[in-house]
């Protein structure tokens, strides 16, 4: 069954830089689209950013700032995450699409998901 387990979350100052990771099984992992998913305290689900093949996008708001990148060969997605602000702070998840066609460029609940790694972004 696909399996999606999220790391490397926890407290950083303004500024800082965490690295997400994502280990997926389950699945041929580089036959699909991957991507990171956001929920701040108190607030809706956000589509932070997309990879597939040597294709990435991501929303306005971490342009810049965070690099979505993956390794085949281990089975895992990786969310870089520099210049930390307050506004960051969320839990991630990892995802990918239930249909290997489809672009994710937004969340959508019938997709496979993790169970989140939080990331606290305060002084």
């Known amino acids: 069954q696909v399996q999606l387990v999220e790391s490397g979350g926890g407290l950083v100052q303004p500024g800082g830089s965490l690295r997400l990771s994502c280990a997926a099984s389950?699945?041929?992992?580089?036959?699909?689209?991957m991507y990171w998913v956001r929920q701040a305290p108190g607030k809706g689900l956000e589509w932070v950013s997309t990879?597939?093949?040597?294709?990435?996008y991501y929303t306005d708001s971490v342009k810049g700032r965070f690099t979505i990148s993956r390794d085949n060969a281990k089975n895992t997605l990786y969310l870089q995450m520099n210049n930390l602000q307050p506004e960051d702070t969320a839990l991630y998840y990892c995802?990918?699409?239930?249909?290997?066609?489809?672009?994710?460029?937004?969340?959508?609940?019938?997709?496979?998901w993790g169970q989140g790694t939080q990331v606290t972004v305060s002084s």
């Open positions: 995802a990918r699409p239930r249909d290997r066609s489809r672009l994710p460029l937004q969340w959508n609940p019938n997709d496979y």
């Open positions: 389950g699945f041929t992992f580089s036959a699909y689209w």
């Open positions: 990879i597939g093949g040597t294709n990435t």
